[in-house]
C-alpha cells in the first residue's frame, strides 16, 4: 500500500521558517518524480517546488530563492526548507509522487496545514 505522510506543517509568524518532510512509503522513490503543491482556501492546488529523478528542481516563481526542495531515495524522503515565510504562504501543503515511468500514476499525501500569522 503507498503512502504520502507530511509532517512539520504548523503556525509560524511572518518571516520564520519551517521544514515539511513527506516520508514515502510503498513506492520506491528513485521511480518517482517528488513535488510539493498547495492550496489556499478559495483557490486551486498549485505547485509549489518539483524534484525529478535526475535531480533538476523547479519552484514557482512566489517561492523562488525562499523555499528549497530536497530529497533522500535511501530514506525515502521529501523535504522542503520554508524561509522567510509570508502570510500568503499560508496553505495546506500536499506532497505528490509521478511515476516517471507509467503515465497517469501518482499518488498524493494528505496533507500539512502551514499558517503565517503573527
Known amino acids: 500500500q503507498v503512502q504520502l505522510v507530511e509532517s512539520g506543517g504548523g503556525l509560524v509568524q511572518p518571516g520564520g521558517s519551517l521544514r515539511l518532510s513527506c516520508a514515502a512509503s510503498g513506492i520506491m522513490s528513485s521511480r518517482f518524480d517528488m513535488s510539493w503543491y498547495r492550496q489556499a482556501p478559495g483557490k486551486e492546488r498549485e505547485l509549489v517546488a518539483g524534484?525529478?529523478?535526475?535531480?533538476?528542481?523547479n519552484y514557482a516563481d512566489s517561492v523562488k530563492g525562499r523555499f528549497t526542495i530536497s530529497r533522500d531515495n535511501a530514506k525515502n524522503t521529501v523535504l522542503l526548507q520554508m524561509n522567510n515565510l509570508k502570510p500568503e504562504d499560508t496553505a495546506v501543503y500536499y506532497c505528490?509522487?509521478?511515476?516517471?515511468?507509467?503515465?497517469?500514476?501518482?499518488?498524493w499525501g494528505q496533507g500539512t496545514q502551514v499558517t503565517v500569522s503573527s
Open positions: 505528490h509522487a509521478r511515476n516517471i515511468y507509467i503515465s497517469g500514476l501518482y499518488y
Open positions: 524534484m525529478i529523478t535526475r535531480g533538476r528542481t
